[in-house]
């Protein structure tokens, strides 16, 4: 019988690069990931059911009172959240299953969830995050700010994860999570090891 897939919590401040470092990581076929819903209006290249499930207000907290939601959080103003259904439908399917959730989605997913993997991602220093969100050009410098301020309230979340990777070199961080993923594959508390057989 195929073992349970892994489920996948990662964060990371707005701008680290999580992003680039799952694109990475999702070429391997091993993994599903977890489309979040929002209320925010699609960036521009964005695409609805592939980078979120845009949709309304009054619908987000439609699912939330069918219980369809698996955790979910407001950031900037706007709802994040993780649609169920399909995330369990996987994770018995074997695939290993990653969410990308704000800190406060991670924490709650702790207490529903606490054999995930959690890993946070934090940039080398505030001041590489808000050139790289200046880099993106995408924002005002005020929402630059807030995202700065956002962050700096993230990181004091850090050590309640698992697993910290500084996205400083993309091809080292990609290779630290495949390593930790590898590794959690490995453990004994999942894989059962049969005692008789060293008999």
Do not use: H, W
């Not at 964005?46 to 309304?56: A, K, L, P, W």
């Not at 080292?172 to 495949?178: G, I, L, P, Q």
Request: charged share 35%; with cysteine.
């Amino acid at each position: 019988m195929k073992n349970r897939g892994l489920l996948i919590i990662v964060s990371a401040p707005s701008g680290c690069g999580k992003g680039t470092i799952l694109s990475e990581v999702l070429k391997d076929n091993a993994y599903y990931f977890s489309v979040s819903a929002t209320t925010r209006s699609p960036r521009e290249g964005e695409v609805d059911g592939v980078n979120y499930y845009f949709i309304s207000k009054d619908e987000f907290e439609d699912i939330i009172e069918k219980g369809g939601m698996l955790e979910y959080a407001t950031y900037c103003g706007n709802y994040y959240g993780t649609p169920k259904k399909q995330v369990e439908e996987m994770l018995e399917r074997g695939k290993n299953v990653l969410l990308e959730i704000e800190v406060q989605g991670a924490m709650q997913m702790k207490k529903l969830c606490p054999d995930g993997v959690f890993i946070f991602i934090k940039p080398p220093s505030i001041s590489e995050l808000k050139r790289r969100l200046k880099k993106r050009a995408t924002e005002s410098d005020e929402v630059i700010d807030a995202r700065v301020a956002q962050a700096k309230e993230e990181m004091k979340y850090a050590n309640k994860y698992d697993y910290v990777i500084v996205n400083d070199v993309l091809e080292k961080a990609v290779e630290d999570f495949k390593a930790i993923i590898r590794a959690e594959e490995l453990s004994t508390k999942r894989i059962k090891v049969d005692t008789k057989e060293a008999e």
